[in-house]
């Protein structure tokens, strides 16, 4: 019997001073909201629409996050402005829905739709976390600082011509016979 | 038959196909572009490549194109193999070098045939590293956008715009690298079919400007099943809702009726059903400009109370309106109080239309039936204008002399550009008779251009020369006589001749004349047929139900014979003298509207009650074929407006009944309703088989009516409510408003909310729900035929008239159908008020001389009960002595009516 009692007894004072030594190592907890989280530039949080690098709005209504949304919380709709660019007349995200899997990000064309650090949304009625357009709207172009949709796409807007898009000759006159 | 070897195995396949027909037919998914079923191949994009082996020692093979290779006995192909698979996707990365990349902005974004031909083939990254070749794009009128970069030359466009539907201002512009579709220059596309380009294009060249003003991606609209409300032909098709309105309208495939085309009035036709000025709630009228909303339970209670006040309540129906609302209306009034609602100049038509139908010996063909008929003769009738799809199977009709051509000389019928030479010009032989000049002149072997009375005089002399036993017309001069000889010779010669006349003249005689036309081909024994043309979708079945005509109910109400009425989706208004419908509505104690949109005669009813439009409503249309088919509703209205209180017209009126009767609202299920309709009326016993029951299931699911994919459904109404309401319930039909449910295409079922099948999101996808690719419904094709012709003929009729002689100073009115502004709920939509022309009063040259008024002048056109002033067009085509005025423009005009005309002074010419 004795010599069963000594191991168990060291045991137990082994793991009484394991577990006092932890209150000197460095705390993985931080107390939050006194101290501010670490959140990585990638992480998945409250989503934006940004804008292109010349501030004008990105998001073209194609309704591509719209449709990978697996919880179906994005609706938007399309308007068409007076140069010819199409742009969300209204866009609606119903926060209490997401899941923040970042599925529209990743289907997104344009990089108008991104996901940014920030989780710091709780609101006490659920009706609160419904944003609109002008809730989601910010003023930057986000992580990507260079796209520019309709600089490629051969969608002809004011200032913008035909043949005038990445990669595009002018346009061609159908009335020549010449190659 | 043949059999076919396909990558090793065996099939039976129909030997007039091309390889492509056949390897879809089977379910092989074969990427293509340029083939087409209604218009068959002319291998202009080498997509549909296989490889071809002559027989089993044939390792090698070679690649043939599978839509130009016949699918003759002991081929074989296949489709899996690595170079044909490599030279299809070879294909495709040529065909996208010039691609804008904008499928994000394209409105044919998710619907797009090349977007699946793409993931198909397997291309998805540009490797072509040089410039891109551009275009200006066109404008092509309210209803076509257009963006030419998309374009990857497949001539399509210009297939179905110049050679299945007749356009001449879209064609093929360039060569080579400059090639470019579109108008000679900018300009509204005047064919009445251009809205099928959207269907037609394989990419977004051709995409529906209204849709893109409200855009919705084809993922997430709303469907159902329906029948086009806006003519009698009963096209099908797929309205698609989002956010509570009608967003597109779809073709859905019918293989007897539309197939794959339907006219823009259809297409473009339905914004009436989103307009803001719409009644969503009851509405009590107490005097001129005091309105007050009502909700569903007051206005119940006002209504049975001044019902049962009432001493007798008239009941008036509606063309426009589903048989189940007529016949509950009919119900609620009684056999004897129940008006049909059309006027009764309309009606004495209907009813002799009707009697053909049994008695003329002909059936009635389908419009898959007319496209194999081999001579036409349209009495009376501007096709386009009355009837437009069945205009256009006419037309094939008429080019269907190609394929007897080629047939003879062993080519396949799917070879369109060698048939297309072969025929030149030859065609079947087609007769118009009509005051002016039709869109189907060009194809037509004469065109007489007659009055009314002249057209049914020769009908006349038409049967009496195939049949000498039917009355002969006396007096006909030299010309006619040869003319009605030569139509009676290629009727009597040919192998189906047609007849088609219509009530768009308001002329029995003419449907007479028809009518004995089709009895001297009937005793012939001839597989003929006669169609005549009705005006309204439901023109057909109401005049089933037996109803008296819209004067009687007026006269009733106007000698106080009855002192409340009930009037369902109807503007009286539109069909008899607008003071007459006042004094008649004025004299009466209650007057109770149910309809959908703010009509004249809804102004001037005491109480109104939101009706659903076809959009939001069941019920049963009988087309001019006779064919009773079922539309469903896409939508329910308090889904997105909570505040609506729409109601099928039927509902209310079960309520109004109830309410009548001092009961509760008994729970009807609409299928109940229907069989009630067809025990009450035996003419109808066969609209119970026109749909399937609310009881209908696939493999025990409901049918759905939302794409699988259907976005938003967590959002789209959370600035009203975060926590979403559960689907509203549809206990009356097999469909649910939600993406749950069967939408698949492998089981065979007939009513097909949307065509979509995996790897297929454009309409092209219809090929898997069919036989045979362009053939029918693997379910079956909706809707039952009611109006058969009874057995034995009925002798001839002798009412000959009179010839039209000009009276002088006097003109007789001729009240011209048009496509766009003629039909009333249609005009209410902004695209078709965009697109219809301007109204003019049409006058002979001579007519005009003698006015010494020249084209552009502004008329006066004067009858007993109207004064209406209109801009002058000289029409050459038009005989003397006849006011040509376009539909829809004021009620009191009738066709026949006597009208006196001047100029207006000050305009340019004096008065003579």
């Keep these: ?179 | 038959m043949a059999t076919i070897q396909v990558d090793g195995r065996r099939y039976a396949v129909d030997d007039r196909d091309n390889l492509l027909q056949a390897c879809l037919t089977l379910g092989f998914d074969l990427p293509y572009f340029c083939w087409h079923p209604a218009m068959g191949s002319v291998g202009a994009c080498r997509q549909c490549a296989v490889k071809q082996y002559r027989d089993a020692d044939d390792t090698q093979g070679a690649l043939v194109m599978a839509c130009m290779t016949p699918a003759a006995d002991g081929t074989r192909i296949s489709i899996a193999d690595d170079q044909a698979r490599e030279f299809r996707a070879n294909v495709i990365e040529w065909l996208m070098v010039h691609h804008p990349h904008d499928c994000p902005v394209c409105e044919e974004g998710g619907h797009c045939h090349l977007q699946d031909m793409t993931v198909m083939t397997g291309h998805h990254r540009r490797r072509y590293r040089f410039r891109k070749r551009t275009h200006r794009n066109q404008y092509l009128g309210p209803f076509i956008a257009h963006e030419m970069n998309r374009c990857i030359t497949c001539y399509r466009c210009v297939r179905f715009y110049r050679d299945y539907a007749g356009g001449t201002d879209l064609g093929a512009f360039g060569a080579g690298d400059n090639i470019y579709f579109g108008r000679h220059r900018e300009g509204v596309l005047e064919n009445a079919f251009a809205g099928n380009l959207t269907e037609v294009c394989p990419t977004g060249v051709f995409t529906d400007r209204p849709h893109s003003e409200r855009y919705a991606r084809k993922w997430d609209l709303q469907f159902a099943p329906s029948v086009c409300h806006q003519c009698a032909v009963g096209c099908n098709t797929s309205p698609g809702e989002r956010y509570g309105e009608i967003r597109r309208i779809e073709n859905r495939y019918h293989g007897e009726v539309n197939r794959f085309f339907l006219c823009d009035r259809g297409r473009f036709g339905h914004g009436y059903v989103n307009r803001d000025d719409r009644p969503r709630r009851p509405e009590w009228h107490a005097a001129a400009g005091e309105t007050r909303v009502l909700d569903v339970d007051e206005a119940l209670e006002r209504g049975g109370e001044a019902l049962r006040r009432a001493r007798r309540v008239i009941g008036i129906g509606s063309p426009r309106a589903s048989l189940e609302s007529n016949h509950q209306l009919c119900e609620l009034v009684g056999q004897d109080n129940f008006s049909t609602g059309i006027a009764e100049r309309e009606q004495v038509c209907l009813a002799r239309m009707r009697r053909l139908n049994l008695d003329a010996g002909l059936p009635t063909p389908t419009l898959r039936e007319v496209e194999a008929h081999d001579a036409v003769l349209v009495l009376g009738e501007d096709l386009i204008a009355s009837a437009a799809r069945l205009g256009l199977a006419v037309r094939q009709a008429v080019l269907g002399r190609r394929e007897v051509l080629a047939e003879a000389r062993d080519i396949p019928a799917w070879n369109a550009e060698a048939v297309m030479t072969l025929a030149q010009d030859a065609r079947h032989p087609l007769f118009i008779a009509y005051p002016t000049t039709t869109e189907l002149d060009a194809i037509a072997e004469r065109c007489l251009h007659l009055a009314p009375d002249d057209i049914a005089r020769l009908g006349f002399a038409v049967a009496h020369a195939i049949d000498a036993t039917a009355p002969a017309v006396g007096g006909l001069d030299e010309r006619t006589r040869a003319t009605a000889e030569r139509i009676a010779e290629a009727l009597r010669s040919a192998r189906r001749p047609l007849v088609i006349a219509g009530g768009s003249l308001e002329s029995p005689a003419i449907l007479e004349a028809a009518g004995n036309v089709a009895r001297a081909l009937a005793t012939r024994e001839r597989r003929g047929g006669l169609t005549l043309v009705r005006r309204e979708a439901n023109s057909t079945g109401v005049e089933l139900l037996d109803g008296r005509p819209l004067e009687w109910a007026l006269d009733a109400l106007g000698q106080g014979d009855a002192d409340a009425v009930v009037v369902l989706e109807n503007d009286l208004h539109r069909r008899l003298p607008g003071e007459r419908v006042d004094r008649a509505l004025a004299a009466a104690e209650t007057v109770i509207a149910l309809d959908h949109q703010r009509t004249a005669t809804w102004e001037r009813a005491h109480l109104g009650l939101p009706a659903a439009s076809f959009a939001e409503a069941d019920g049963t249309l009988v087309s001019l074929e006779g064919r009773a088919q079922r539309f469903y509703p896409v939508y329910e209205p308090r889904y997105h407006r909570p505040e609506s209180r729409i109601h099928p017209g039927w509902r209310w009126l079960l309520a109004l009944h109830a309410g009548l009767q001092r009961r509760t609202l008994p729970d009807v299920a609409f299928d109940d309703l229907t069989r009630d309709c067809a025990r009450r009326h035996p003419v109808l016993a066969g609209i119970v088989a026109a749909a399937p029951g609310a009881d209908e299931r696939v493999c025990g699911l409901k049918l759905a009516r939302q794409p699988h994919r259907y976005s938003g459904r967590t959002a789209m109404r959370a600035d009203l409510d975060v926590s979403e309401p559960s689907p509203p319930r549809d206990p009356d039909t097999p469909f649910t408003f939600s993406m749950e449910g069967y939408a698949g295409f492998d089981r065979p079922r007939r009513e097909v909310p949307f065509a979509w099948a995996p790897g297929w999101n454009s309409p092209q996808a219809w090929n898997k729900f069919t036989d045979e690719v362009g053939g029918h419904l693997r379910g079956g094709d909706p809707g039952a035929r009611l109006l058969e012709p009874a057995a034995g003929v009925a002798g001839h009729v002798d009412a000959i008239p009179p010839p039209f002689e000009a009276g002088v100073g006097e003109w007789r009115v001729v009240v011209l159908p048009r496509l766009f502004g003629g039909e009333e709920t249609s005009s209410r939509a902004a695209p078709i008020m965009a697109r219809a022309p301007a109204p003019t009063l049409r006058l002979a040259p001579a007519d005009a001389r003698r006015l010494a008024a020249e084209a552009g002048d502004t008329l006066v056109i004067e009858t007993s009960l109207v004064h209406l002033t209109l801009p002058l067009l000289v029409d050459a085509a038009l005989p003397s002595g006849l006011v040509g005025i376009p539909a829809g423009l004021a009620a009191a005009l009738s066709s026949g009516a006597p009208a006196r005309l001047s100029v207006v002074p000050g305009d340019g010419e004096a008065q003579p």
């Design chain 1, 1 to 179: 019997m004795w010599t069963s009692l000594i191991p168990a007894t060291w045991s137990q004072l082994r793991t009484l001073g394991m577990v006092f030594r932890h209150a000197f190592r460095k705390r993985e907890t931080v107390s939050y909201p006194e101290e501010a989280v670490y959140l990585s530039p990638r992480f998945r949080g409250r989503i934006v629409l940004t804008r292109d690098p010349d501030g004008e709005e990105r998001c073209v209504a194609c309704n591509l996050c719209a449709v990978a949304c697996p919880v179906d919380c994005i609706a938007l709709e399309k308007g068409e402005a007076e140069d010819g660019r199409w742009y969300p007349a209204s866009f609606r995200i119903n926060f209490s829905r997401c899941i923040y899997c970042g599925m529209c990000e990743e289907a997104c064309p344009t990089s108008a739709i991104q996901l940014t650090p920030d989780f710091e949304m709780s609101e006490y009625r659920r009706q609160d976390m419904v944003y609109e357009k002008e809730d989601l709207q910010i003023d930057g172009p986000g992580k990507d600082h260079d796209y520019h949709f309709y600089k490629v796409a051969g969608l002809a807007i004011a200032g913008k011509g035909k043949g005038e898009a990445q990669d595009e000759k002018p346009p061609r006159d159908v009335r020549t016979l010449l190659p």
